[in-house]
């Protein structure tokens, strides 16, 4: 089994999903465990850090330039992080989370949905991009998936989010895609409406 150096916190209230904290390109598990205590108060939080290192910068597959994926990795690092998940749940007895990934880590979030779309409740990916060229047809089943973009993200174009939307729609999820007045960061907005969301999908 491959292991990941993470973090988990116990939800201190039964009602609240367990949420999948995945980080961007250079964070770590430590990065999102307050953007999740502010989006779901009580959840329990599990928060691997990525594997691959790009001079140094932890992240969760390889790229072969900004935006250029090495597609190869994506499916691996998926499979990958799918085992500790589900590893996770036995140990720490949780539900299938939603997972929140930022970046990096909503791009390996929307190729779990696409490969392994057991392992998540659902998902909120913030800034996300197509992950695959050619994704399996994956059965999202009406799982819940909201996506926010930045108008003004300098890396990720209006049409690419927009193809990651139809995409995971087309799969069968359930898409909420907002374009925020935002660049690439997590704006407060963000945080507002991933919180809102997440109440209404519990
Ligand atoms: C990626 O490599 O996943 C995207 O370019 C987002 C990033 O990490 O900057």
């Given at each position: 089994m491959t292991d990941f150096i993470h973090r988990f916190e116990p939800a201190t209230s039964a009602g609240s999903p367990p949420l999948l904290l995945l980080h961007g390109t250079g964070g770590d598990e430590n990065d999102l465990l307050g953007l999740g205590k502010m989006i779901s108060p009580g959840s329990a939080l599990l928060s691997p850090r990525g594997r691959v290192l790009e001079h140094g910068m932890p992240r969760f597959f390889r790229r072969?330039?900004?935006?250029?994926?090495?597609e190869t990795d994506v499916r691996r690092r998926a499979i990958e992080l799918a085992d500790f998940v589900a590893n996770a749940r036995t140990q720490y007895?949780?539900?299938?989370p939603i997972a929140v990934g930022f970046s990096n880590g909503a791009n390996i979030a929307a190729a779990l949905l696409l490969l392994k779309p057991e392992v998540l409740a659902g998902a909120i990916l913030l800034r996300a991009m197509v992950p695959l060229s050619d994704p399996p047809m994956?059965?999202?089943?009406g799982k819940p998936v909201l996506l926010l973009s930045g108008q003004a993200d300098p890396i990720v174009p209006a049409s690419n989010s927009a193809k990651l939307a139809a995409l995971l729609s087309h799969a069968g999820a359930r898409v909420d895609h907002k374009v925020l007045p935002a660049g690439h960061q997590i704006s407060q907005a963000d945080v507002t409406l991933a919180r809102n969301w997440i109440g209404s999908v519990e």
């Open positions: 072969l330039a900004e935006g250029v994926f090495d007895g949780i539900a299938a994956a059965k999202l089943d």
